[in-house]
């Protein structure tokens, strides 16, 4: 899972442009920046910071703001909206959750509304627990809520449906745990969010990873997962792992005990490898499944015995793209592209045949559809198992 938190644009009432509502930037006497939530929360530090930088620049004369907390950025919006006639020079900082609550409804105002003009922040989430918690890591945060989610309340800076509360239920998605039950307990900005963690009342929080870092550079707490692919360099003095990284771990140790043995085998793959290596056909599989575990499904569904040789990633990562896997397959096997064959049902099938100069038979009954095949390089596409014998002989 990689979520990277985004505060990204700055919006300007609709029905102005900033050409229009403006003067040219070095005659800007002065800006004025709604907040839609409460102090020291991440909108709040993202309309000070630019509002700081711009002044700094000599762009604008002076910078004002107003917090304008409620309704999860309702208030704020429709503030600008209906003021949008007089709200000449005021810009309003925007993000994700306020996006998602306006498509669902929540306020009613719609984001569209205003006219988004300048990308600001990125950030990743994190979680973070206190300094004294008996939670070590995320895992054992996963631990404890599969146990009792009633038990594991986790707080955000944000409403109920907002980013905060949107990473944890996706985490815990990817750690095999239902979202549905995540305890939310929502604050008016991080701040708060971080009173509630240090006084016991949630047991962790999700918040942007800047705004962890600060915690956690002032002893305050601890940080057990970020968001990102790999560990972040912004905060050295942790030596917790990526969020994707403990995931992958979590992902792995689940799939190899249970997930690997949920699958069903498509009806008529049975008799068209039976059907296939009667004929004298060489069979290779090729999967970016770890190939382990392409061999423990093969086993436990009886079809191994119809292929001469396995072929996945491995455990590092290494040969996880399908161009470098065939490539290897190829290579170790001895096969000669012109007379080799690849079935497969999505568009890296198709690439990694086109790179390596084999053909390719596109099928129908999987994920792919025929635009995504096609599109890719698909040679020929087969709806059904029982075709696909037919369009091998049609291409040796």
Known sequence: MHIKRILSAVGLAA????????????????????????ARGGWDGTARGTG???TKAGIVGTASYENMSGGGGGK?????????KSNHGTLMVNSTPIVIRSLVGRFPRNFRDLTMIAGTIGDYAAFVV?????????????????????????????????MDHLVAAMAMQAAGADPNKVKYIPYDAGAKAMAALLSGEVQAISTGFSEAVAMAKAGE???IGVTSAERVDAFND???????EEGVTIYRERFAAKGLYENRVYDGIPELLARMTEAGHGLFLATSKVRLYAVEILRHFGLDSHFRGVYGAEMDGRLGEKPELLAHLLETEDLRPGESVMIGGRRHDMVGTRANGIAAIGVLYGFGDERELRSSGADHLCRVPGDIAAAVAALS
């Open 130 to 162: 206190s300094k004294d918690s008996q939670l070590k890591s995320f895992k054992d945060l996963v631990a404890a809520y599969k146990a009792d989610p009633k038990k594991v309340a986790i707080g955000g800076g944000s409403v109920p449906g907002g």
């Open 52 to 54: 700081e930088a711009l």
């Open 238 to 244: 942790s030596d917790d792992p990526a969020l994707v």
């Open 76 to 84: 704020a919006i429709g503030y600008l909206i209906e003021n949008a």
């Open 221 to 223: 707490a601890n940080i």
């Open 15 to 38: 029905g102005l442009s900033m050409a229009a509502s403006v003067a040219p930037a070095a005659d800007i006497d002065k800006l004025h920046f709604p907040i839609p939530g409460g």
